[in-house]
């Protein structure tokens, strides 16, 4: 059972930046791939960033390229969002995920964590 914790989130003006992680229990961060995913309310719950396990592949959502940036230690079993140039529109809860091939797609994680909101004021 791979278990995951999100932290980082927070209220922050338009424009702001914030840094999300995403901390794994021992020995499962370094084989996985690692997404970032999003819900707003009433909305689906859309893909934003993903890494492979070994850090070298990512992809983004076309709505925050340029802006986010996914990165990971494999040391502290961490995955991290960074989000710069942020916008009102980017409110949500965000969930990182876990799973054992690269995939962007929501349906391809079995492993979630909690969420932790991001509120973006204009």
């Known amino acids: 059972q791979v278990q995951l914790v999100e932290s980082g989130g927070g209220l922050v003006q338009a424009g702001g930046s914030l840094r999300l992680s995403c901390t794994a229990s021992?020995?499962?961060?370094?084989?996985?791939?690692m997404g970032w995913f999003r819900q707003a309310p009433g909305k689906e719950r859309e893909f934003v960033a993903a890494i492979n396990w070994i850090g070298g592949r990512t992809a983004y959502a076309d709505s925050v390229k340029g802006r986010f940036t996914i990165s990971r230690d494999n040391a502290k079993n961490t995955v991290y969002l960074q989000m710069n140039s942020l916008k009102s529109e980017d409110t949500a809860v965000y969930y990182c995920?876990?799973?054992?091939?690269?995939?962007?797609?929501?349906?391809?994680?079995?492993?979630w964590g909690q969420g932790t909101q991001v509120t973006v004021s204009s």
């Open positions: 021992a020995r499962t961060n370094s084989a996985y791939g």
């Open positions: 995920a876990a799973q054992r091939t690269f995939t962007v797609a929501v349906g391809g994680y079995d492993y």
